[in-house]
């Protein structure tokens, strides 16, 4: 059993590749009843996260359709797209989800925290940079939690969790564009916005894209403003 995490985060690369996390892990915490497993390079769930996971919770209580299938970009520990599951299955019985992270180290924390709240039957975890590994149209919901911080990032895995690169935008800009090429006719969009970021250039791109736009949740700190986003597409 010690090998399964290793085959199923590597995707059958060797443990001396640069694909495999060696960050030391730091233990198990539970949030809102949810248990998730940190390391040293996984960003750990925060207020960004909070505001989206419930944004995301508020969309699904409106779905209707019975087969759902959710994507989470840049997973991280898989916080978000397992309180969706979990809100999902006091619903309906049927839905499949997938997280991708770019980071072998978010993929073995949210491996295991899959494992840890029982839903690895309804969550697979890839290795992946963005969306690029999958066919098109096959969402309901893509959510995401981009690096917004308008800086490039040092190189480390935890770096790319917050590095959005130049005014905050490059990053948001390909996580959206893989998101509209994955979503189904009918699908929700949704994601973290900050006042950091070049807000004209986003919402520029997105009224060319969406079918509609809201602004659901923000919460002000003295140095920005969050907000989560939904982007209705109608394809």
């Known amino acids: 059993m010690g090998k399964e995490s290793l085959s199923v985060i590597g995707r059958g690369i060797g443990e001396d590749s640069l694909y495999t996390c060696k960050a030391k892990e730091l233990g198990i915490v539970v949030i809102n009843n949810i248990k998730i497993a940190l390391n040293e390079e996984v960003y750990e769930p925060s207020d960004d996260t909070y505001i989206l996971t419930d944004t995301a919770k508020e969309v699904l209580s409106r779905l209707e359709n019975k087969d759902i299938i959710v994507i989470e970009i840049g997973s991280g520990t898989s916080y978000i797209i397992i309180s969706l599951v979990k809100t999902i299955l006091t619903k309906f019985n049927n839905v499949y989800a ?120 923000c919460k002000n700190f003295f140095f920005e403003t969050i907000c989560s986003v939904e982007c209705m597409v109608s394809i």
């Open 98 to 217: 997938i997280a991708t992270d770019i980071s072998p180290c978010a993929m073995k924390s949210s491996w295991s925290s899959a494992k840890l709240n029982n839903l690895d039957m309804y969550l697979d975890i890839v290795q992946c940079d963005s969306l690029t590994c999958f066919r098109d149209s096959i969402a309901n919901m893509v959510v995401f939690n981009p690096p917004y911080l308008p800086v490039e990032d040092s190189g480390s895995w935890i770096s790319k969790a917050w590095s959005g690169g130049a005014n905050g935008f490059s990053i948001w800009s390909k996580f959206f564009k893989d998101s509209i090429n994955k979503c189904k006719s009918k699908c929700s969009i949704l994601f973290v916005l900050s006042s950091l970021q070049n807000m004209e250039k986003i919402f520029y791109v997105m009224e060319s894209k969406c079918l509609s736009i809201d602004v659901h949740m």
